[in-house]
């Protein structure tokens, strides 16, 4: 069983189209689930970290939120810069405070 | 901005040769850590370091090796390249955070995409 999924596997929105992704997680006692983005040939950039249910953070047309089971990463009125990949990524006791992370989600946005 | 570099970024080479992938960072770090990373996929933990003679296998299983001489330099090394190891390699550090049994964000490197032919 995955440990940590990203739905949807790929995102495909118009400029200013609003829209959500979503990690969800299997483990308990989490430490910290963390969210980055992606572009292609490169490696991840840090966006946010989350510790504890009902945490919230913002930059720029991004918002991420936490609950006990999952993160969702907002994405308001996106622009075709946004375009990437969005990893998920989570800390645990149960995995020796390594951080596992999901297959990612490929959002594209058109203008 | 993250102080963490990979070199080379592209390697093209023969099976049966030795390499060494690079990775350092200046923000004086304490844990070090190898992912792989194939397109599409997610990222797989191979090695990781917290601390100087400090190593340990990751969850996926690898034929490489790595060391941990300094603070600031974490290579892995491949001794006789294979086309299985195609695939881009991501090295990242982390601080510890406050309390220090929890990890701030990881800082990754632009990656070395490896292909071995």
């Known amino acids: 069983e995955d440990q940590v999924t990203q739905s949807p596997e790929a995102l495909r929105l118009q400029e200013g189209e609003s829209s959500s992704l979503n990690c969800s997680y299997t483990v308990s006692g989490l430490r910290g689930l963390f969210w980055y983005r992606q572009d292609p040939g490169k490696g991840p950039e840090f966006l946010f970290t989350?510790?504890?249910a009902g945490e919230e953070k913002e930059k720029e047309r991004l918002k991420a939120t936490l609950t006990k089971k999952e993160s969702f990463l907002h994405i308001t009125a996106p622009k075709p810069e946004d375009s990437a990949t969005y990893l998920c990524a989570v800390q645990a006791r149960e995995y020796g405070n390594k951080l596992v992370f999901g297959a990612g989600t490929i959002l594209r946005v058109k203008s | 901005e993250a102080d963490i570099y990979q070199t080379p970024r592209y390697l093209v080479i023969g099976t049966g040769k030795k390499i060494t992938l690079e990775c350092s960072q200046t923000m004086g770090h304490d844990k070090m850590y190898w992912y792989q990373q194939d397109p599409g996929m997610e990222l797989h933990l191979i090695h990781y370091?917290?601390?100087?003679?400090?190593?340990e296998k990751g969850d996926l299983s690898s034929e490489s090796t790595v060391s941990r001489i300094r603070t600031e330099h974490f290579p892995l090394t491949l001794e006789s390249a294979r086309p299985s190891h195609t695939s881009q390699y991501l090295c990242?550090?982390?601080?510890?955070?406050?309390?220090?049994?929890?990890?701030?964000?990881?800082?990754f490197g632009q990656g070395t995409r490896l292909t071995v032919v």
């Open positions: 989350l510790y504890s």
């Open positions: 990242a550090s982390t601080a510890l955070g406050t309390g220090g049994a929890v990890n701030t964000e990881a800082f």
């Open positions: 370091s917290y601390g100087v003679n400090s190593t």
